[in-house]
């Protein structure tokens, strides 16, 4: 099992640039999220899935998109990048969507926004 | 909604003494509690939960924590930290029948040799 994976480890954009952060396991987990992380903010949800075709906002959406066409991929759209939006992403899955499961977190994708 | 306070940004410990890193948490329903872990440049690791039975609860680096309801609180302690502990700590609630786990905004534990 690799677990969450993430690419890519890193990346640059510039204002107004668009990208898709890719996020996928291969645990069979049924939920999925995005994170975000900043200084002294700690990690806020930013889009979650509840399974294949199911998604939902989260504490901060605006300007992320995302689709979960399978149960394995859940990536992360950038429309049009602002300086706001750098920061490290987390994708992070767990077996149910309900309950008290673990979630487990990926590698993280660093973004600069220029 | 749910939400968590985690009073102290930044704990500096000498090696081998005891630690505590606060939690307090609020919520209108019956709550799921979590410690998690992230090491310099890694993703977060589960280091423990809480769902329900016994109130302390503890992992398997030595690192216990007690759900106190009456004071809305997740306390994290260890009785002798190492080096390798030095990493930053979240705690975060998760509400029955919520979708969203909401983290608090991490303590920094540093380890002093």
């Known amino acids: 099992n690799a677990g969450v994976t993430q690419t890519p480890k890193f990346q640059v954009l510039k204002t107004g640039q668009s990208m898709t952060l890719q996020c996928a396991q291969d645990m069979n987990h049924e939920y999925m999220s995005w994170y975000r992380q900043d200084p002294g903010m700690g990690l806020r949800l930013i889009h979650y899935?509840?399974?294949?075709?199911?998604?939902d906002q989260g504490e901060v959406p605006n300007g992320y998109n995302v689709s979960r066409s399978t149960t394995e991929d859940f990536p992360l759209r950038l429309l049009s990048a602002a300086p706001s939006q750098t920061s490290v992403y987390f994708c992070a899955s767990s077996p149910r969507s309900g309950g008290a499961d673990t979630q487990y977190f990926g590698p993280g994708t660093r973004l600069t926004v220029l | 909604a749910q939400s968590v306070t985690q009073l102290d940004s930044q704990v500096p410990v000498f090696e081998e003494a005891p630690v505590e890193l606060r939690c307090n948490y609020s919520s209108s329903v019956s709550v799921y509690l979590f410690w998690y872990v992230q090491y310099p440049n890694q993703g977060l690791q589960l280091l423990l939960k809480y769902l329900s039975g016994s109130t302390l609860v503890e992992s398997i680096n030595g690192f216990e924590a007690e759900f106190n309801k009456s004071q809305t609180s997740f306390h994290l302690r260890k009785p002798s930290v190492h080096i390798s502990d030095t990493a930053e700590y979240f705690c975060a609630v998760k509400g029955a029948g919520s979708y969203q786990l909401t983290f608090g905004k991490g303590t920094k534990l540093s380890v002093i040799p």
């Open positions: 899935s509840v399974g294949a075709g199911i998604t």
